[in-house]
Every structure is written in structure tokens, then in C-alpha cells.
């Protein structure tokens, strides 16, 4: 059965700024959390690091090429927070905004809507040894960048996303040690998130004092927990999960409150909170940028197997290279739930996979894994606007196979395959898919 997806509707591919500019040293950037933590043996997968990454800080041109060749309507960047403000705060480096510049004037030439995000993860490292986003000085410097971002492009951008996955950057930077900082239980997980909510709240501001007509958003990672079986342990821990997750988020941007239920079971002081946070906060984002990728089975670590009814669910029987279940339904859910807390505009802006490519015959790679993927997320995203949700458009993560974090270059989320020794672009037989479901609005 074809789905069509309503007129205007945005069809666009995601990247991050340390993923794939390289040139970590060129005009003025400074150092970032990433660039200090790939140096730290074993932290990331075969000691690989951003320095080259698909360097796309030189080959900007070639690529929006590519994405005019796919007929993509709109293009997800984020800027280094390091090249615009090497020290982290004051002075503001134009050279380096010179490059989203030229940038934003390639893309509106192409036809592309830019949907810049201002922080995906590439804190500069001088604020990081002031305390990063453990200290609220870093919720204001981030409001001061996003005021130097917005001056020099708010005039032709007009979608703007402050934050990518703020629960990322506190659980696998504070928690788990995965991510830059690469903190193991700081037990500073929750005063991160607030600085980083309040810093949203405070660069939301700044924007809206700026050029008239953006549309401010934040870009989350919302994912269903499902519990393991009927038990109510099991129930109660995936609750738990879940809403750490979602609700911790949402409620604090939507009404302007942390979840009191979550608030006693977490034990967080909440020192970090200080009059007014809140109200700064909570005044709803004009869009959210849902990143979804999977759904997880939850179940309470206590309770053994044999004490547990049946299970609910089959596991998921596929998993991708990431060995993230493929759930589809799941982005359906976390849709609905969104409309649930009224957001005006929703964005997927993340969603994809990663899979083992492998190029034949010098120029094609044939990736069904992707495209099936891909498609039966389609499908859920055309179910959920069917049921009302305002989705405006959707992500693919990602345009160009690049440096997947902790896992460097050894996981392929491209639409087109980037080698990383000659940096030969191929488009995947997805991108071509992902063309034609473009041109005719339909999948
Ligand atoms: C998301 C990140 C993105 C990418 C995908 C696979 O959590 O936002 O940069 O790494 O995962």
C-alpha cells in the first residue's frame, strides 16, 4: 500500500559537526571535549578521532551536490560551538562562522532549508575544565553563542535546534564514561540535564530576540521501554526507564516542571535549580526533533527468569550492526506521545541504521537492510500524521557514512558511502530509494 505524505511535507538527511567536518585546527577552532577524548587510549574504537573525519569543511560544495542529486528539501547541520567561540565565551571568531556562511548561502541555493543545531556535542574543551555542563556558568555561554550564531545567520535560517540528545551527554558523558567527558558516575547525570534544559531555555531567548520568525526547537532521543513480562517489578522498571528518558525531558519543556513522582525516586537534591529555571525552561519549544532509533525490553535486574510470567513480546528477532532492535512501531508511539504533550510542529530528525556496506564493482553498494529499515519507519511516520500527529518532516541519519562516536569509523549510518582513505562519496542503493521516495512523496 502507498503512503503519501502531505504537500510541503520536509524530506532531509542529519549530520553533526564533529562527525563530519574534520579540520579540527583550521581557522581559529578551538578544542573540544571529542577532540581530548579520542586521544585518551582505548576510549574510542581503533584510536580514530574527528581530525579528518569526512572532511567536509573542505568538500561543503561536493555534498551539497549530493544532496541536490537525492532532491533533499532540507539539510540538518550542526555548527562547532569551538570554531565560533574558540574560548568558550567572549570573543566570537568570524572565520570560523564564515564557513556555515557559505555554508547556508550553498544550501539556499540548492533549494535545501538549513536546520542548524547549535550544540551537537562538541563542547570546547576550555569550558570543560571549568566544569562543562556540571557548572550553570556553561548554560549562559551557550545562550552568548547562540546569540553570535544567530546574528550572523538569522537571516536565512529560520529553523533552529539548540540541543541534540541532552540525555546522551549526561548519562554516556557522566554516567557510563562512553561519551566526552567520559565521567564514570559523576553523580552529576541530573544537574547536567538541568544545565543543559536551562541552557535550551536561555539560547531560545537569545534566538527569539533576534531575526523575527524562527521556529526554536530541541532535538531528543524518546525511546519506549517495554517491560519484560506481566510482573509488576518488570512493569515498574520499565516505567522507570522510560520516563527518566521521555518524561524528564518533556515536562520541564512543556509545563515547566520536573516529574514529581521521578523527582522522589531519583533522590536528586535539585540544588541546581534556582528560581526561575523553570519558567525559562517551560515555555514550550515552537518544534521538537524527535531522533529515534529503537525500542528496549526492560526488565527489573532482581527477579529472576523462572520468577516472571511469560514474556510480553518476542524480543525483537533483528538487530542492526549497533545491535539496536529494529522497532519501528516504537517511533508511532513516542509521535503520538508528542502530540500527546501538544507540540505544535515535530520533526523526526534523526532515524536510520547501521549495517556492514560493503562496495561491489567499484560503485554500488547494495544496502536492503538500510532501505527496509528505513521504509518501515516511513510507514509509521505516515501512520502517525494519518492519526493527527503534526509531523513536518523527517531525518535520515545519515547523509555520509562518518565518525560514529565511541565506535569511530566502524559503523557505516550513511545514505552514501564515504571511503574513508580516499574520501570517494558512493551513493547506497538506499540513497537512490530514499530519491525516489522524495520525488514522489510517497513510500
Ligand atoms: C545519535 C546521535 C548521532 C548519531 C546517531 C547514530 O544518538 O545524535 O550523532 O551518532 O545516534
Not at 508511532?332 to 561491489?360: F, K, S
Not at 528505513?374 to 541519519?397: C, S
Request: hydrophobic residues 40%; glycine residues 10%.
Amino acid at each position: 500500500m502507498t503512503r503519501r505524505f502531505p504537500e510541503g511535507f520536509l524530506w532531509g538527511a542529519a549530520t553533526a559537526s564533529y562527525q563530519i567536518e574534520g579540520a579540527v585546527a583550521e581557522d581559529g577552532r578551538s578544542e573540544s571535549v571529542w577532540d581530548r577524548f579520542c586521544r585518551i587510549p582505548g576510549r574510542v574504537l581503533n584510536g580514530d578521532t574527528g581530525d579528518v573525519a569526512c572532511d567536509h569543511y573542505h568538500r561543503w560544495r561536493d555534498d551539497i551536490r549530493i544532496m541536490e542529486d537525492l532532491g533533499l528539501s532540507a539539510y540538518r547541520f550542526s555548527v562547532a560551538w569551538p570554531r565560533v567561540v574558540p574560548q568558550g565565551r567572549g570573543p566570537v571568531n568570524q572565520a570560523g562562522l564564515d564557513f556555515y556562511d557559505r555554508l547556508v548561502d550553498g544550501l539556499l541555493e540548492a533549494g535545501i532549508e538549513p536546520f542548524l543545531t547549535l550544540f551537537h556535542w562538541d563542547l570546547p574543551q576550555c569550558l570543560e575544565d571549568e566544569g562543562g555542563w556540571r557548572v550553570r556558568g556553561t548554560a549562559h555561554a551557550f545562550a552568548d553563542y547562540a546569540a553570535a550564531v544567530e546574528s550572523r545567520l538569522g537571516d536565512r535560517v529560520r529553523h533552529w535546534l539548540t540541543l541534540n540528545e541532552p540525555w546522551v551527554v549526561a548519562h554516556l558523558g557522566h554516567r557510563t564514561g562512553q561519551h566526552a567527558p567520559g565521567l564514570v558516575g559523576s553523580g552529576a547525570e541530573l544537574d547536567v540535564v538541568h544545565h543543559q534544559l536551562l541552557g535550551h531555555g536561555l539560547a531560545s531567548q537569545a534566538l527569539r530576540a533576534g531575526h523575527s520568525g524562527h521556529e526554536v526547537g530541541i532535538a531528543l532521543n524518546l525511546e519506549p521501554r517495554i517491560p519484560r513480562s506481566d510482573h509488576p517489578l518488570d512493569r515498574d522498571a520499565a516505567a522507570l526507564e522510560e520516563g527518566l528518558m521521555n518524561r524528564w525531558f518533556l515536562d520541564p519543556l512543556f509545563s515547566g516542571r520536573y516529574p514529581d513522582d521521578l523527582l522522589a525516586i531519583a533522590g536528586w537534591p535539585a540544588s541546581a535549580v534556582t528560581e526561575g529555571d523553570l519558567e525559562i525552561i517551560g515555555r514550550p519549544p515552537d518544534s521538537i526533533g524527535l531522533n529515534y532509533y529503537r525500542t528496549e525490553v526492560v526488565g527489573h535486574p532482581g527477579l529472576r527468569d523462572c520468577d516472571r510470567p511469560p514474556p510480553l513480546q518476542d524480543p525483537a528477532a533483528e538487530v542492526t550492526e549497533m545491535g539496536w532492535p529494529v522497532t519501528p512501531e516504537g517511533l508511532g508511539a513516542m509521535l503520538r506521545m508528542l502530540e500527546g504533550y501538544g507540540a505544535r510542529a515535530v520533526y523526526v530528525t534523526e532515524n536510520g541504521a547501521a549495517y556492514p556496506d560493503t562496495i561491489r564493482g567499484g560503485d554500488r553498494v547494495e544496502d536492503e537492510d538500510r532501505r527496509s529499515y528505513l521504509e518501515r519507519h516511513l510507514v509509521e511516520a505516515a501512520k502517525a500524521i494519518d492519526d493527527g500527529v503534526p509531523l513536518r518532516g523527517y531525518f535520515a541519519w545519515t547523509l555520509l557514512d562518518n565518525f560514529e562516536w565511541g565506535f569511530g569509523y566502524s559503523r557505516r549510518f550513511g545514505l552514501v558511502h564515504v571511503d574513508h582513505a580516499t574520501q570517494r562519496r558512493t551513493p547506497k542503493a538506499s540513497a537512490y530509494w530514499y530519491r525516489d521516495v522524495i520525488a514522489r512523496n510517497a513510500v
